[in-house]
């Protein structure tokens, strides 16, 4: 039996893997400060990362992280396996890296659904919520809201009713601290071969969320400290193996979330849709005649708080004065950054198909 298969291994992976025929493929399905788990076929196993791999990557976020596949080296006696290549991800959570200038640290990799967690009482924060939004939506994945702590709020109705209004897009999940089926309410999200990331502030209930949907006391929870706000229990990054299909991944709650980049086309959609309708194509939206975005704030179709936010997320990534066509350019400038940027990736291209 290919004991991948049950920590989400899809023919995609495999195949890439044939390209590295003196390696291993692996998961890495926990991380402690430089250090991994990883599971193959052989079972699971301690790993490091190679010296030359150490020394080729100036990037933090193409360090591994948990979720990622791996092609590793492993001893018969007990030293660490060796991680020397990650594959291609089809998705990666990405946050601007702590105390780092410039950079991006991945929480997660090739996930397919990240569960947003915000709880209905002193965590509650639309404009957090917002900022979880569209850093999911740029990872790839499809974020998910919970809701939790419902039995907590004394209005939930309307609660859910601005949640709902700033989230079009996705599936909006109260779940409450007695709630009996967690699972049937997340099963369509929950299947065999897929992936799933928990985010969060810490105190919302990611790990008790996640024990109970795993039927054990598997990850350590702690009470909850003054003002609701919760205690750090999750200190890395791992992987479970669900018992309803599929893989769960708790990571450490989060006080602050780095946009290093971002996706505003689903989570401020309205707004990006105003911003088409201004009479000036470079309007800035702060004080040009016939801008829609000002008009909608004056008229109360709009959230001033909501615009606020989505001006700062957008010079906090970078994209401040760019428009959707710019952004993408800047966004695929950063993926490619190590061969010269979008520009040097497509003069190499035209070349090859000169050579053919």
């Known amino acids: 039996m290919n004991i991948l298969n049950n920590y989400g291994l899809t023919e995609r992976f495999s195949n890439e893997a044939t390209l590295y025929s003196d390696f291993l493929l692996a998961r890495v399905i926990a991380q402690y400060r430089g250090l991994y788990k990883i599971v193959t076929n052989f079972g699971e196993k301690q790993a490091e990362i190679s010296g030359k791999f150490r020394f080729d990557t100036t ?13 590793v080296t492993c001893d018969t006696n007990n030293s660490n396996a060796i991680i020397h290549h990650v594959l291609t991800r089809k998705s990666v959570f990405l946050r601007t890296a702590v105390g780092v200038s410039g950079q991006a640290q991945s929480i997660a990799a090739n996930i397919d659904t990240v569960f947003i967690c915000m709880s209905l009482n002193h965590n509650f924060n639309l404009s957090r919520l917002e900022r979880y939004l569209s850093v999911a939506w740029d990872s790839g994945a499809t974020p998910v809201i919970l809701l939790t702590k419902a039995d907590l709020c004394q209005d939930l109705d309307e609660k859910i009713f601005e949640v709902q209004r700033v989230s079009l897009f996705s599936d909006v999940i109260t779940l409450t601290i ?3 089926n967690v699972e049937q309410k997340l099963e369509k999200h929950l299947k065999t071969g897929t992936t799933s990331a928990f985010i969060g502030s810490s105190g919302v209930g990611k790990s008790t969320l996640i024990n109970r949907l795993l039927g054990e006391e598997t990850i350590k929870t702690a009470d909850i400290g003054k003002a609701d706000k919760g205690r750090h229990t999750t200190t890395g990054r791992e992987m479970f193996v669900s018992p309803f299909g599929g893989v769960l991944i708790d990571t450490p709650g989060m ?14 959609d309205d707004i990006e849709e105003l911003a088409g309708k201004c009479k000036f194509h470079d309007c800035t939206h702060t004080s040009e005649p016939g801008c829609a975005i000002l008009d909608a704030i004056s008229n109360k ?19 401040d004065g760019l428009n959707a066509k710019e952004i993408e350019v800047k966004k695929l400038d950063r993926m490619f950054k190590d061969v010269g940027g979008m520009k040097n990736v497509r003069k190499f291209a035209k070349e090859q198909r000169k050579r053919k």
């Open 59 to 71: 990037e933090l976020a193409k360090f591994p992280t948990v979720g990622d596949f791996v092609m």
């Open 178 to 180: 007695f709630e009996e």
């Open 255 to 268: 006080r602050e979330l780095g946009a290093y980049t971002a996706d505003f086309s689903k989570t401020f």
């Open 301 to 319: 179709t709009l959230d001033e708080r909501r615009f606020e936010n989505y001006r700062k997320l957008k010079i906090e990534a970078g994209y």
